[in-house]
């Protein structure tokens, strides 16, 4: 079982951290990825991370802002978003897949609940 959490109400410029814990599995063995939904708006992939040493990737309207990270000793990956934008808001969700990450949301074997991430002044 997967759950993010995190999210919450900022303004533009801010930041936060989301975090992916997962219980009945390990996730070191498991690529990592994060997605984000807006209202009226489809799923959309965000970033994703590999097994521990396997590569970080990001969609191009968050590179340089956001950054994906693992502690394999916590079972817990991390997404830290910075000088966030309204344009960001939205419900994210972290799943897993074997190995490897994906852009590709049918890739995944694993889904958390959603954390709402809300960014207005």
């Known amino acids: 079982q997967l759950q993010a959490s995190g999210g919450g109400l900022v303004q533009p410029g801010g930041s936060l951290r989301l975090s992916c814990a997962a219980s009945?599995?390990?996730?070191?063995?498991?690529?990592i990825g994060w997605f984000r939904q807006a209202p009226g708006k489809e799923r959309e992939w965000v970033s994703c991370?590999?097994?521990?040493?396997?590569?970080?990737y990001y969609a191009h309207s968050v590179k340089g802002r956001f950054t994906i990270s693992r502690d394999n000793a916590k079972n817990t990956v991390y997404l830290q978003m910075n000088s966030l934008k309204p344009e960001d808001t939205g419900v994210y969700y972290c799943?897993?897949?074997?190995?490897?990450?994906?852009?590709?949301?049918?890739?995944?074997?694993?889904w958390g609940q959603g954390t709402q991430v809300t960014v207005s002044s």
């Open positions: 799943a897993a897949a074997r190995v490897f990450c994906s852009e590709y949301g049918s890739w995944y074997n694993y």
């Open positions: 009945g599995f390990s996730l070191d063995a498991y690529g």
């Open positions: 991370i590999n097994i521990s040493g396997g590569g970080t």
